[in-house]
């Protein structure tokens, strides 16, 4: 039986791009049969801004109890209520090779970036960017898991976990599952209000919770061409479509496609986007505004799936302890 685990960091709030690639097959996956799923924040993984760092840790939370993850069906937790997760950090230390952080994706960006301005390489890199791995590395062995769908973006790091695992196995004795990135293959990267791949970085996002009232403003943003109703478009060319698609069914995208053919307005396929969008979130919105109003009941279920987590962690670390000797001097 696979153990599937990934982690979110708690650094923005979720949009509709973050929905359609990663939350909803998610939570999809996470309730079909034969596998058991780890879903966490990663908040260890997102310091620097406070208010950010604990208001998006509410938002993500609610947004993913929101969208039907069920804290019953799956572990449900934030990574700083597993006090194992920075200890089990620290002692992967001892089989983290310096040299393979240094080829860190992340890290190399950084550097290069500095080198490129005529500063010193690491100037202004803090260790929680360079030890990033390692922490996502404890996060992923602790619980054994044997499946991390991850974006592109992160497929280094699964493997630093399993090159960590293994130099440890090596070293102190099979201890650690070796654990493999899983890369949605057929994710949609969705476009953005501007055409380009929807991505907080450039400000160009429908956030998944927005009101109706912007939702509607925002859909009815989206960059189309000049093209005057009755002129046929060309639906491998816009954002609209590509938007459409994402969230309707092969039917509906292929009756839009004719649609296109016809030349629909851009005015009229905005509305038709908007009440596609709508239907689907509207009742998950609901619950996500009444989550947010009560983040005593989301902090509940937080601490539940922690004990529920450390219950599996306090053992295992246990055992990792004693492998590298940190043992009582008398039993
Ligand atoms: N680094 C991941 C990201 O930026 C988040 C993350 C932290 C994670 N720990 C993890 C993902 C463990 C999968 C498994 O998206």
């Given at each position: 039986?696979?153990?599937?685990?990934?982690g979110?960091?708690t650094?923005?709030?979720p949009?509709i791009?973050?929905?359609?690639g990663?939350i909803k097959?998610?939570?999809e996956?996470s309730?079909?049969?034969?596998a058991r799923?780890?879903?966490?924040?990663?908040d260890?993984?997102a310091?620097?801004?406070?208010?950010l760092?604990s208001?998006?840790?509410?938002e993500?939370?609610?947004t993913?109890?929101?969208?039907?993850l069920?804290?019953d069906?799956?572990m449900?937790?934030?990574?700083?209520?597993?006090?194992e997760?920075?200890?089990?950090?620290?002692i992967?230390n001892v089989?983290t090779?310096?040299?393979?952080?240094n080829?860190?994706?992340a890290?190399?960006a950084?550097?290069?970036a500095?080198?490129?301005e005529?500063n010193?390489?690491d100037?202004?890199?803090?260790m929680?960017l360079y030890?990033?791995p390692?922490l996502?590395?404890?996060?992923i062995?602790?619980?054994k898991a044997?499946?991390v769908?991850?974006?592109?973006?992160?497929?280094?790091?699964?493997?630093m976990?399993?090159d960590?695992?293994q130099?440890?196995?090596?070293?102190?004795?099979?201890t650690f599952?070796l654990?493999?990135?899983?890369i949605?293959e057929?994710v949609?990267?969705l476009?953005?209000?501007d055409?380009r791949k929807?991505?907080?970085?450039?400000?160009n996002?429908?956030p998944?919770?927005a009101?109706?009232k912007?939702?509607r403003?925002?859909?009815?943003?989206i960059?189309?061409n000049?093209?005057?109703?009755?002129?046929?478009?060309d639906?491998?060319?816009?954002?609209?479509?590509?938007v459409y698609?994402a969230f309707?069914?092969?039917?509906?995208t292929?009756?839009?496609r004719?649609?296109?053919?016809?030349g629909?307005?851009w005015?009229?396929?905005?509305?038709?986007?908007?009440?596609?969008?709508n239907a689907?979130l509207?009742e998950?919105r609901a619950e996500?505004?009444r989550?947010i109003?009560?983040?005593?009941h989301?902090?509940k279920l937080l601490?539940?799936?922690?004990?529920?987590?450390r219950?599996i962690?306090r053992?295992?670390?246990a055992?990792?302890?004693?492998?590298?000797?940190?043992r009582?001097?008398a039993?």
């Amino acid at each position: 039986m696979d153990t599937v685990l990934t982690g979110v960091k708690t650094t923005g709030t979720p949009h509709i791009g973050n929905y359609v690639g990663a939350i909803k097959p998610a939570v999809e996956a996470s309730v079909r049969p034969g596998a058991r799923s780890y879903f966490f924040l990663a908040d260890y993984h997102a310091l620097g801004d406070p208010e950010l760092t604990s208001r998006t840790t509410l938002e993500i939370a609610a947004t993913w109890l929101a969208c039907g993850l069920d804290p019953d069906k799956v572990m449900f937790y934030r990574q700083s209520d597993i006090p194992e997760i920075p200890e089990l950090a620290w002692i992967l230390n001892v089989s983290t090779a310096k040299g393979l952080l240094n080829r860190a994706h992340a890290y190399k960006a950084a550097v290069d970036a500095n080198v490129a301005e005529g500063n010193d390489p690491d100037h202004a890199i803090m260790m929680n960017l360079y030890n990033y791995p390692v922490l996502m590395a404890a996060d992923i062995l602790m619980f054994k898991a044997t499946k991390v769908p991850v974006g592109k973006d992160q497929k280094q790091h699964v493997e630093m976990a399993r090159d960590v695992a293994q130099r440890f196995n090596h070293h102190f004795g099979e201890t650690f599952v070796l654990p493999e990135a899983v890369i949605g293959e057929d994710v949609a990267t969705l476009s953005g209000l501007d055409g380009r791949k929807m991505s907080k970085s450039y400000g160009n996002t429908i956030p998944l919770f927005a009101s109706e009232k912007d939702l509607r403003k925002l859909v009815m943003k989206i960059k189309t061409n000049s093209l005057e109703p009755g002129q046929p478009k060309d639906p491998s060319d816009s954002t609209l479509f590509d938007v459409y698609k994402a969230f309707a069914a092969p039917e509906q995208t292929a009756a839009i496609r004719e649609r296109y053919a016809a030349g629909i307005a851009w005015g009229e396929m905005k509305q038709m986007l908007f009440e596609l969008i709508n239907a689907e979130l509207a009742e998950k919105r609901a619950e996500y505004e009444r989550l947010i109003a009560s983040p005593a009941h989301v902090e509940k279920l937080l601490r539940e799936g922690a004990d529920k987590a450390r219950a599996i962690s306090r053992p295992f670390i246990a055992e990792i302890r004693e492998r590298v000797g940190i043992r009582p001097l008398a039993r």
